[in-house]
């Protein structure tokens, strides 16, 4: 039982998050509706610019549509004047009323008096008469915005009134607005009279406020304006003001709204931001201004250092923006949970004064023994290192290099710069950690730096060290000749490190392996992987058996090497010392599975190395990880999380060769497939020149070829999309290793054929069967030749055995371009009942991937054959119920009667969070339900058993 309370409690929680404004919509229409007759008292509770004036409206008129008579009034801050103000304008609006300036002559005749108490009681009795009078003649409706201003007399007249309406003698409706400060006593104990609702307006939830955004911008935003949109922190005032901050920024292509340029290119908050904290005291603005210059996360310990006080000096002026949710609690940690807020005090302190105090941190934060990384950022954001500063960096470098590699090298960078010139040991010591934060982050400049460095170096063991890190750096770039030649001279030196000498053979048999001579590789792996076992050092043993795999890999022995990658992670696994070769095999681990239609496995190794990279702070490998992790979700058909993730590699501060192909090629194909042909273009247009020089670029090169032919057919030029994919026609050893080449291959076919060019569409048929001999042990180079031979023989039987292999992989565009081609080939022979069925279900997966492209074409293909969709097109689905569900929210709809929350659900069907939420979404819109119990409900009633 307990379990069930709580998973029920989960999915509440999950519903709540999801559609939570409306649900306090209509809980408010409710409270309306339900105390009309009885009478009721509410109080609206919300930070600045949360909403709260519009939600007391939207309580106005639903009264005003049931009848009820409503008045509205404000309080006023620092209002002078007249007691009972507040209350007073609330009854009465107006200033003709007879009844509003009998009241006021009592409070005038209570400001002369000596004693006012008598004509106060008065005029308070006056204000409650007329309210019951007006109940007399029908229900009435007050709302007081502000009440957190509201003067003590109006406060006391609206405790009175609130009795009379909890206790049911009148048809009074008392609805209040107040935000969390100023906090004064009589308002929190008005507020928690029994009795008394309150409505508490938290921030808004993504999909809230991506609905904000498209009200708008009168666009459907995209994943980065999405993500950018989180600087506001869920607040609809502060999210309305950056959206008209970034107007010139975004731009509208195919009804989406995206930043023109990155997420760091968009214009900084508006300086009204900051002048939206003027309910704060002068000590909290203060505060918070220093806590900016902290970052976004901070401890009350770096805030007390920063202010040179102790932490419990801190805690009432923390109390405030605390409070008024500014800033949140998250146990270890303080945050500004809008970041755009955090963004505008900082760069409202002058430039020189924000550089000074950072030094001023960093410095506090050195002598405190904080985390080197959190004065790294002190440094950075203080400009020149001055000479504590140097002194400092050189020595903390080791211990900063593991978690901030980026900061380190910068500093280092900028260290060397100004000195120490005359200290050669010195300078040797700063220049090998700058090489070592630039392998780090695979940047091409750590190869000169290490070869100098060795070149210098006379002890032994230090110059096989030196050697290995060189060749590690020289493998990132790719440079396997080079690689091998520094390998082999080193192998010749002689020095003490046994381990030393092992992890170089390993490197050895890596070299050897990508430049063509797998078996030779593989024969020295052996003994490598032997003597390894035998000394029994983790990151020797993970590196051995990673040496092995790579080698198998090359022979085409896929199994073998997967097992191989398997017992060096485990070798991997019982050190720290091994985390990044542990990294490095969780990726090819994911990669081999990748190609064995193997996801439960791919998703449990790639979450693995997410979660160890991110704890480790390892860039380089982090890169990898998001990109593998792209590519997964683009497979599976989630490309909503493969855009997310290839935009977090691209943010991440590495120079890999490859990374802009990835990137790029992944964006440019998924919006090509959206028809989003500008944007796509764009993409394309900005890889580097020269982005293939490197074969590491070439092997991912096959979504820029897709791409390019993709946005090439779409502008109705057939011949200029051959041509595009003709690269894959070259053969080498190289071309053997390119990700997706026989289904690029594929639609090499399929584009020459349309081309009438017989020849060209001949020549990719015999390379792909050429390339499904030399990978036999992979489904996806088969299904690829299934798909090539069956085009080019319009063979619906191959084709649809091709449909049966897609079915069984579990990659949804790869089911949809089969399912197109047999519809083709089933209209060549004449089964045109046959071929509209395969057309259904290839638009059904098209229109579950969002591909508007693929549907056009799809349609334009069979068009031209006599074959259109008609009445039984997904294009008609019912637009309510159940049968309005795609086949994507069938899943999420089945898991949700299930009772699992939207993180399980992501789990089990490997898509993001993001993906589930936006699917949950359309099933309550589509099922016209709430909450996730009417989903339940609708499950039982169409026959879905939970």
Known sequence: MRVGREAHREVQREVRREVRRELQREELREWVRGSVRSGGVLVVEGEPGAGRTRFVREALAEAAALGVTARYGAAEALATGLPMRAVLDCVHPGNGSGERAAVIALLREAEAAERPGGAL??????????????????????????????????????????????????????????RPLPRRPEVERLCAEPGTRVLRLGPLSPAEAAEQLRELLGAEPGPRLREAAERAGGNPRLLRDLAGQWAGAVRISAGVAEPRAGRGDLPPPP???????????????????HAALLGPRFTARELALVQARPVRELLGELEEPLLAGLLEDTGEQLRFRHPALRQALYLDTPASVRAALHQDAARAFAAAGLDPARTAEQLLAGGVPDAWAVGWLAESAKELLPVAPDAAAELLERALERGPREDPRARDALEENLADAALLLRRPESVDLLDALRARARDPDRRAALAFKLVSALMIQGDMERCLAVTERALEESFPSVSYRLRLEACRVLALADLGRPRQAWELAGPVVAQAAALDDPLCGAEAQHAMAFALFHLRRGRESLRHIAEGIGYARRSAEADDMRLLLLANQAEGHMSFDEPEVVAAALAEARELAA??????????????LAEFRYRLGDWDGALAGVARADGLPVSDGWLPVVVRGLRALV???????????????????????????RRYAAHVLLARALLAERDGRPELARDALLPALAAGPEEATVHDRPWVLSELVRLALECGDTATARAAVAACARAAAELAEYPGPGLALLRCRGLFAQDPE?????????????????????????AVARAWHGDLAGARESLTRAVAAYEELGARWDVARADARLRSLGVRRGSRSARRRASSGWEA????????????????????????LFLSPRTVQTHVSHILAKLQVRTRAGVAAQAAQAGVRP
């Open 885 to 908: 569900l795609t086949p994507a929210e069938l899943k999420v709809a089945e898991l949700v009667a299930q009772g699992r929350s939207n993180p399980q659900i992501a789990r089990a």
């Open 615 to 628: 704890r480790t702070r390892s860039t380089g490998r982090l890169v990898v990880t998001e990109t593998r």
């Open 798 to 822: 191959l084709l649809a055995r091709a449909v049966a292999r897609a079915g069984r992989g579990g990659w949804p565009l790869v089911l949809g371009h089969t399912l197109e081609d047999l």
């Open 271 to 289: 300086a009204s931001v900051t002048r939206g904290l003027d309910y704060l005291s002068r000590a909290a603005c203060a505060c918070l201004r």
């Open 121 to 178: 009681l008065a005029a308070m009795d006056l204000l409650v008469a007329t309210v019951e009078g007006r109940c007399a003649r029908g229900p009435l409706l007050l709302v007081l915005d502000d009440l957190q201003w509201a003067d003590p007399q109006s406060l006391l007249v609206w405790r009175r009134l609130g009795r009379a309406a909890r206790a049911g003698r009148l048809p009074l409706l008392l609805a209040a607005a107040r």
């Open 671 to 697: 919006l090509g497939h959206r028809d989003e042909r500008e944007r796509a273009g764009e993409e394309l247009a900005a890889l580097p020149e020269g982005a293939f020089a490197s074969a590491a670029a």
